[in-house]
């Protein structure tokens, strides 16, 4: 029996043994929304065998000028039930990759590109691995138009509320865990019902799919309680923002290719990596930090990057160099600050690979520690045009998807700069 | 010797009732394919088989009654399935659910000849493969895994190395083995791809089991409980 086919069958079967009622096909859209297909047991076999065909026309990023129709193609790999809901409910998920009618990968389907792009590295030798640390919050409920309420303030001394969010941190890692989702830690953050789980390392593609998993399961176990989570890179000025920073390292015959006996135990492959992406930072951030949102973010004293430099301790840098335990070596890794937590985690992870990669082909030599090479975009205006001028955009993304978001980011800007603040009218009003 | 007591379900007529008269064995007829009405028909010693016209009652049901009866603590002795030609496609995956089955229409000598022969062989009849180890058990034919009771919801790759390891107690197996035995074939990860897969097996585990798979530093992966290093 082939590969394909006993997964199918373990697919199949676990269906029937365990009571599954629906299955869940799982995608993401171009700006990294999870979107879904409920189908039940009886229309599984012909998903699993040839996939759901839909019209792509209705999803962001997938639509096209002649053929919109598409397939979403279950990766078997992924079945998983999901623990969230009640016993015996009997609902499982599985991820999709999405593809032409004519069966070859679809240019808007973001899990592709990463995949195209891990595929690229590893013609090099190179397997690339990721673990997020991923910020978000807990708000009382999300109104579109109001200022959120963190759940554990408004009250400081209240320990009912403080309660709340711990428990639901505790009761979200145990989910996780529960779904093969390995959790380094998780933490109270900085602000006011703000929270951070940290990740356990995986290659890219997993991780990707972990990052829409996480997400979804927060939000699920938050609204259950009554409460809300948000993602959004900057929901409440003044306090920080939530980030997505993600160590990286590569691997090259199940070696850590960045341990050497360069600077900080770094190897020349390492300080290549990181002048790569120190050099095309600018230009991945429109991917990176795709929102209006996210570059309230990346502002000077908030804890986050604001200019295109690495460091070893300098916790605003964008590109920080961890120091290794001892004994730890192959934890050796370097840690790329600037995506926030509602970043397409597919894309994002491919262009930060790409950006790496291409200082190691492209020879590039490391700045010194704490030289500023550029500045960060400041808005998403200037984030999407540095993007629009990157071949090593191009290259990594394709011109499909290139030219579809830089459509959707240039009217989602234009939107936002139509719009008088309420900043302007307190400041400007009585002055003017 | 005792007379055979032969589930029958729903009915027992025409060239099924002749091939039970030729082979000299008892139907015992459940109209339903309820699990109460059969319990209530059972021999103190136990049927010795059951014959399950499947084109006679909805496919579905006539598959869970399959399941539930090999999931009795006590068996049944062997499964013959009656079918419909047209229902042969839906035997893909299920081939583990029953011991024979005869399409219709039924011919007495050779609905006979199978009812006999499976009858014969039910003396060495095995229940479905296992792999046990503690608190660890693994149906290798419903693909299921308990630890202590608990159904484990795994992936398929999660299963896999799962059943890879408790198949080879207390022997030490290196990354690359357990990838290349496991997995046999191409994977993002390379061999870290084994230490996420452990981790998230740990997890599933729970705490309490998770030592079930050790690390041995520097070398690779074990289960079970042993600290000796077989080879």
């Given at each position: 029996?082939?590969?394909?086919?006993?997964?199918?069958?373990?697919?199949?079967?676990?269906?029937?043994?365990?009571?599954?009622?629906?299955?869940q096909l799982w995608f993401t859209d171009v700006l990294g929304r999870h979107k879904a297909f409920h189908?039940?047991?009886?229309?599984?076999?012909?998903?699993?065998?040839?996939?759901?065909?839909?019209?792509?026309?209705?999803i962001d990023?997938?639509?096209?000028?002649?053929?919109?129709?598409?397939?979403a193609?279950?990766?078997?790999?992924?079945?998983?039930?999901l623990?969230?809901?009640?016993?015996?409910?009997?609902?499982?998920r599985?991820f999709c990759?999405?593809?032409?009618?004519?069966?070859?990968?679809?240019?808007?389907?973001p899990r592709?590109?990463?995949?195209?792009?891990?595929?690229?590295?590893?013609?090099?030798?190179?397997?690339?691995?990721?673990?997020?640390?991923?910020?978000?919050?807990?708000?009382?409920?999300?109104?579109?138009?109001?200022?959120?309420?963190?759940?554990?303030?408004?009250?400081?001394?209240?320990?009912?509320?403080?309660?709340?969010?711990?428990?639901?941190?505790?009761?979200?890692?145990?989910?996780?865990?529960?779904?093969?989702?390995?959790?380094?830690?998780?933490?109270?953050?900085?602000?006011?019902?703000?929270?951070?789980?940290?990740?356990?390392?995986?290659?890219?593609?997993?991780?990707a799919d972990t990052v829409m998993s996480l997400r979804h399961v927060v939000k699920e176990?938050?609204?259950?309680?009554?409460?809300?989570?948000?993602f959004?890179?900057?929901?409440?000025?003044?306090?920080?923002?939530?980030?997505?920073?993600?160590?990286?390292?590569?691997?090259?015959?199940?070696?850590?290719?960045?341990?050497?006996?360069?600077?900080?135990?770094?190897?020349?492959?390492?300080?290549?990596?990181?002048?790569?992406?120190?050099?095309?930072?600018?230009?991945?951030?429109?991917?990176?930090?795709?929102?209006?949102?996210?570059?309230?973010?990346?502002?000077?004293?908030?804890?986050?990057?604001?200019?295109?430099?690495?460091?070893?301790?300098?916790?605003?840098?964008?590109?920080?160099?961890?120091?290794?335990?001892?004994?730890?070596?192959?934890?050796?890794?370097?840690?790329?600050?600037?995506?926030?937590?509602a970043a397409n985690p597919y894309?994002?992870?491919?262009?930060?690979?790409?950006?790496?990669?291409?200082?190691?082909?492209?020879?590039?030599?490391?700045?010194?520690?704490?030289?500023?090479?550029?500045?960060?975009?400041?808005?998403?205006?200037?984030?999407?045009?540095?993007?629009?001028?990157?071949?090593?955009?191009?290259?990594?993304?394709?011109?499909?998807?290139?030219?579809?978001?830089?459509?959707?980011?240039?009217?989602?800007?234009?939107?936002?700069?139509?719009?008088?603040?309420?900043?302007?009218?307190?400041?400007?009003?009585?002055?003017? | 010797?005792?007379?055979?007591?032969?589930?029958?379900?729903?009915?027992?007529?025409?060239?099924?009732?002749?091939?039970?008269?030729?082979?000299?064995?008892?139907?015992?007829?459940?109209?339903?394919?309820?699990?109460?009405?059969?319990?209530?028909?059972?021999?103190?010693?136990?049927?010795?088989?059951?014959?399950?016209?499947?084109?006679?009652?909805?496919?579905?049901?006539?598959?869970?009654?399959?399941?539930?009866?090999?999931?009795?603590?006590?068996?049944?002795?062997?499964?013959?399935?009656?079918?419909?030609?047209?229902?042969?496609?839906?035997?893909?995956?299920?081939?583990?659910?029953?011991?024979?089955?005869?399409?219709?229409?039924?011919?007495?000598?050779?609905?006979?000849?199978?009812?006999?022969?499976?009858?014969?062989?039910?003396?060495?009849?095995?229940?479905?493969?296992?792999?046990?180890?503690?608190?660890?058990?693994?149906?290798?034919?419903?693909?299921?895994?308990?630890?202590?009771?608990?159904?484990?919801?795994?992936?398929?790759?999660?299963?896999?190395?799962?059943?890879?390891?408790?198949?080879?107690?207390?022997?030490?197996?290196?990354?690359?083995?357990?990838?290349?035995?496991?997995?046999?074939?191409?994977?993002?990860?390379?061999?870290?791809?084994?230490?996420?897969?452990?981790?998230?097996?740990?997890?599933?585990?729970?705490?309490?089991?998770?030592?079930?798979?050790?690390?041995?530093?520097?070398?690779?992966?074990?289960?079970?409980?042993?600290?000796?290093?077989?080879?």
């Amino acid at each position: 029996m082939s590969f394909m086919q006993s997964q199918a069958q373990y697919v199949l079967r676990t269906v029937e043994e365990r009571g599954v009622r629906f299955v869940q096909l799982w995608f993401t859209d171009v700006l990294g929304r999870h979107k879904a297909f409920h189908v039940t047991p009886a229309e599984l076999e012909d998903a699993l065998d040839q996939g759901m065909t839909f019209d792509g026309s209705a999803i962001d990023g997938f639509s096209r000028t002649t053929e919109s129709d598409l397939l979403a193609r279950p990766d078997l790999t992924t079945f998983q039930l999901l623990p969230w809901y009640e016993p015996g409910a009997g609902v499982a998920r599985v991820f999709c990759d999405i593809v032409n009618i004519d069966g070859t990968p679809f240019e808007g389907c973001p899990r592709q590109q990463l995949r195209s792009v891990l595929d690229n590295a590893r013609a090099q030798g190179f397997t690339f691995f990721v673990a997020p640390e991923i910020e978000y919050f807990y708000f009382n409920d999300l109104n579109p138009g109001e200022r959120p309420v963190p759940i554990d303030r408004g009250s400081y001394f209240d320990l009912l509320s403080d309660d709340t969010a711990s428990q639901l941190r505790r009761q979200t890692v145990l989910t996780l865990e529960e779904m093969g989702i390995g959790v380094e830690h998780a933490q109270h953050e900085d602000a006011p019902g703000q929270h951070e789980i940290d990740l356990r390392y995986t290659d890219a593609l997993t991780m990707a799919d972990t990052v829409m998993s996480l997400r979804h399961v927060v939000k699920e176990l938050a609204r259950q309680s009554g409460v809300a989570a948000s993602f959004m890179p900057k929901p409440l000025a003044h306090v920080q923002g939530s980030g997505m920073h993600t160590h990286l390292s590569l691997w090259r015959d199940e070696k850590n290719a960045f341990i050497g006996e360069h600077t900080y135990g770094l190897s020349d492959l390492a300080a290549k990596f990181i002048a790569g992406l120190v050099r095309h930072a600018p230009e991945i951030t429109a991917v990176t930090n795709q929102w209006v949102n996210s570059y309230k973010r990346l502002v000077p004293g908030a804890e986050a990057p604001v200019g295109a430099e690495w460091a070893r301790y300098d916790s605003a840098a964008l590109v920080r160099v961890p120091s290794v335990k001892p004994g730890r070596i192959d934890s050796t890794r370097v840690e790329y600050r600037s995506p926030d937590s509602a970043a397409n985690p597919y894309l994002a992870f491919a262009v930060i690979l790409a950006a790496g990669l291409r200082g190691v082909t492209g020879n590039y030599e490391l700045p010194r520690e704490g030289q500023r090479t550029a500045a960060l975009p400041q808005s998403l205006a200037e984030a999407v045009d540095l993007m629009e001028c990157s071949t090593l955009m191009q290259e990594t993304l394709g011109s499909h998807l290139v030219e579809w978001f830089l459509r959707n980011k240039r009217a989602e800007w234009d939107a936002y700069r139509v719009q008088v603040t309420p900043f302007e009218l307190e400041r400007y009003l009585p002055l003017l | 010797m005792s007379i055979d007591v032969v589930l029958c379900v729903p009915s027992c007529e025409g060239p099924v009732r002749k091939a039970f008269d030729v082979t000299g064995v008892t139907p015992a007829i459940a109209a339903t394919a309820r699990m109460n009405e059969i319990t209530a028909l059972e021999p103190t010693d136990g049927f010795s088989g059951a014959v399950i016209n499947a084109a006679a009652i909805p496919f579905t049901e006539a598959m869970s009654l399959c399941r539930q009866l090999r999931q009795r603590e006590r068996g049944v002795g062997p499964i013959i399935l009656l079918l419909d030609h047209y229902q042969l496609d839906d035997l893909t995956f299920r081939e583990d659910l029953f011991d024979d089955f005869v399409v219709g229409p039924y011919d007495v000598s050779e609905l006979a000849t199978r009812l006999r022969h499976r009858l014969r062989r039910a003396g060495n009849e095995s229940v479905a493969p296992r792999v046990e180890h503690a608190e660890l058990s693994m149906n290798l034919e419903t693909y299921q895994a308990s630890i202590a009771g608990r159904v484990m919801d795994l992936t398929y790759m999660e299963y896999e190395l799962l059943r890879f390891l408790a198949t080879n107690p207390n022997r030490v197996f290196t990354r690359a083995t357990l990838l290349s035995r496991v997995w046999g074939y191409e994977y993002y990860g390379g061999a870290r791809t084994v230490d996420v897969h452990v981790r998230r097996l740990r997890a599933k585990l729970g705490e309490e089991y998770a030592h079930l798979i050790q690390t041995v530093r520097s070398v690779g992966y074990k289960f079970g409980t042993s600290t000796e290093y077989g080879l």
